[in-house]
């Protein structure tokens, strides 16, 4: 190529380059939001920039509050300053970058600042989880924690599940049902004592089945040590998918064995709680990427599939439904899966300004039943 045409060529591969990075998404935008703030310190002696590095993060803090603010409603937020404080007080750690546009010295001895921040929406989020500050932040799965049949440490098997529930209620899922329940448990009908069947009777997405084991108590002159071996499977209970299965052991100790053995049924739950709730946690957030599901179940006066039609078609005009499956129709009976981007209350509220008729409406959690008139 001759020395004449390089710039030309070279201009081409630039732009042919800039429109490739145009057409291409970006991922990280997706996850980001920019916010405008503004920040002010006072001015010590003769340290302007001092004050100015100050009014910064003063402004940095701002936007971070600002933006928590944005994310969510005062239903949704736990009044916690302390835990709150440990968010704002590293407000550098959510901001991907920042450009101050405005700064000024006042004549009140302050220096302000007005920054536009670029906020790391899920780096934020996933704290604030983390933190329990939101109730409700990913709207986590309705969990249930039942026993396996044939356990011969009853007690101990009643605590670590107990244990296991209150773990998961501190971490704010909704747990519908725990020990005493057990695979023994025969309120589902016909499903039996399955994960599957005890789940979908109590309208829970995820059960936590487990199973305790103990070894022989040691007494070592002091205390009383018993090896107490924890399993537990998470289970999908639309589905039967397990999407976790964990195992700890641990070695409780007491004055007596039995006091060995109840130490170590809390000891092992406590361990398992926290690799079991990210394992769902995790398995929650891709599966409601698109909206949350929920299953709603239609009764008709009678068998009439053209209304049955009509109200399908009604739901499918809200604004927020992704997705409606009818999965089964029976006797004026239908049962549909809707996926819907939006607070329950609100799908609630939108359901009974939209469908004409609705006589009864029952509402727990993502279940819904609807009688027309």
């Not at 006072?42 to 920039?49: C, E, H, L, S, V």
């Not at 069947?197 to 995820?206: D, F, P, S, T």
């Not at 409606?324 to 029976?330: A, G, V």
Request: charged share 25%; glycine share 10%.
């Amino acid at each position: 190529m001759q020395n004449g045409h390089r710039p030309a060529f070279y201009t081409l591969i630039l732009s042919m380059l800039m429109l490739v990075v145009s057409l291409c998404p970006s991922a990280a935008k997706d996850n980001t939001q920019t916010a405008t703030a503004c920040g002010e310190a006072a001015i010590q002696g003769d340290n302007i920039a001092g004050a100015r590095a100050a009014a910064v993060e003063n402004a940095l803090r701002n936007a971070v509050e600002r933006h928590v603010g944005a994310m969510m409603d005062a239903r949704s937020i736990v009044k916690n300053d302390r835990l709150l404080e440990q968010i704002y007080t590293h407000s550098r750690g959510y901001i991907s970058e920042y450009e101050v546009i405005r700064e000024k010295k006042a004549d009140s001895g302050l220096y302000r600042v007005t920054v536009s921040a670029v906020v790391r929406n899920e780096e934020l989020k996933s704290r604030l989880a983390e933190l329990g500050v939101i109730k409700q932040m990913m709207d986590y799965p309705r969990i249930g924690v039942m026993a396996k049949d044939g356990n011969r440490k009853p007690e101990a098997h009643r605590l670590a599940g107990q244990a296991m529930a209150g773990f998961f209620t501190d971490k704010r899922f909704d747990v519908v049902a725990q020990p005493p329940v057990d695979a023994s448990d025969r309120s589902a009908g016909a499903g039996g004592g399955s994960p599957g069947a005890v789940g979908r009777a109590r309208h829970a997405e995820i059960m936590v089945v487990y199973a305790l084991t103990a070894g022989a108590s040691r007494f070592d002159e002091v205390m009383e040590t018993v090896p107490v071996t924890l399993s537990a499977r998470a289970v999908v209970t639309s589905t039967g998918q397990v999407l976790s299965s964990e195992q700890t052991r641990v070695f409780g100790l007491g004055d007596s064995a039995h006091g060995a053995l109840m130490d170590g049924a809390r000891k092992s739950a406590e361990r398992l709680g926290p690799e079991l709730a990210e394992d769902i946690a995790g398995w929650w957030a891709e599966y409601t990427a698109n909206g949350l599901p929920y299953r709603i179940v239609l009764k008709l006066p009678s068998a009439d599939g053209r209304r049955a039609a009509y109200f399908q078609e009604k739901l499918r005009s809200i604004p927020g439904v992704a997705r409606l499956t009818e999965r089964s129709t029976e006797k004026g009976t239908s049962q549909m899966r809707l996926t819907f981007k939006g607070r329950p209350t609100e799908l609630k509220r939108q359901i009974l300004d939209t469908v004409p008729g609705i006589g009864k409406i029952i509402f727990k959690g993502r279940y819904m039943e609807i009688t027309l008139e």
